[in-house]
Each structure stands twice: as structure tokens, then as C-alpha cells.
Nanobody, 117 residues
Framework: QAQLVESGGGLVQAGGSLRLSCAAS????????MGWYRQAPGNQRELVAV???????NYADSVKGRFTISRDNAKNTVYLQMNSLEPEDTAVYYC???????????WGQGTQVTVSS
């Protein structure tokens, strides 16, 4: 059974919007931080945005002002609202979280986001 289930990727034109969701299994407790990373072909995986248990957020400079990360602690779910999408945002987007006193890492399976020009 998958620990993290992502949804919301797809194909969109430049300037459009998408909303990604990542639901963590109820068996995962004491989540410290949840975030989104992305990997384009030929590139390393990079941080997009993270949100800590106290609500603190951090964003990559390239997405500031366009993307918004949020979380629903009751649902163990993190969201990424992506607006004003650009072709350069095309990548596989991965959800990641750290949980427990040992900050165990969990990764989602990835969801493709393609932005056409």
C-alpha cells in the first residue's frame, strides 16, 4: 500500500493553473514537514516548496508569487496550487514528507506536469 498518493498533474497551457494533492497514509504520524520537489529531464531533483508543522513555508525563487503550498493536518494532505504556469515548470513533481522523532523520509510516486507554450 502506497504511503503517499499524489494527484492533480496533467497538461496545461502556459499561464494556466493546476493543483497538486498528496495524501499521506493515516499510519504516518507526527509529520514534521511536507513538501514538493520536481525533476525535469536531464536535471537534478529540486525543491519547489515546503511547509512545516507550524505553518512556516519556504519556496524556490523560481516559483515565488506563483505557487502556494498548504496542508490539511486532519487529512494528512499537502497541496500545491500552481498559477501562471510556464513551460519551464514542466517536470515530474514529487511529494515528500518527514515524520517521527527520527525524521523518516517518505516519497510519493511522482506526477507529471506538462506546460505547453
Amino acid at each position: 500500500q502506497a504511503q503517499l498518493v499524489e494527484s492533480g498533474g496533467g497538461l496545461v497551457q502556459a499561464g494556466g493553473s493546476l493543483r497538486l494533492s498528496c495524501a499521506a497514509s493515516r499510519s504516518i504520524s507526527s509529520i514534521k514537514v511536507m513538501g514538493w520537489y520536481r525533476q525535469a529531464p536531464g536535471n537534478q531533483r529540486e525543491l519547489v516548496a515546503v511547509i512545516f508543522s507550524d505553518g512556516t513555508t519556504n519556496y524556490a525563487d523560481s516559483v515565488k508569487g506563483r505557487f502556494t503550498i498548504s496542508r490539511d493536518n486532519a487529512k494528512n494532505t499537502v497541496y500545491l496550487q500552481m498559477n501562471s504556469l510556464e513551460p519551464e515548470d514542466t517536470a515530474v513533481y514529487y511529494c515528500k514528507l518527514n515524520a517521527g522523532s527520527n525524521w523518516v523520509t517518505y516519497w510519493g510516486q511522482g506526477t507529471q506536469v506538462t506546460v505547453s507554450s
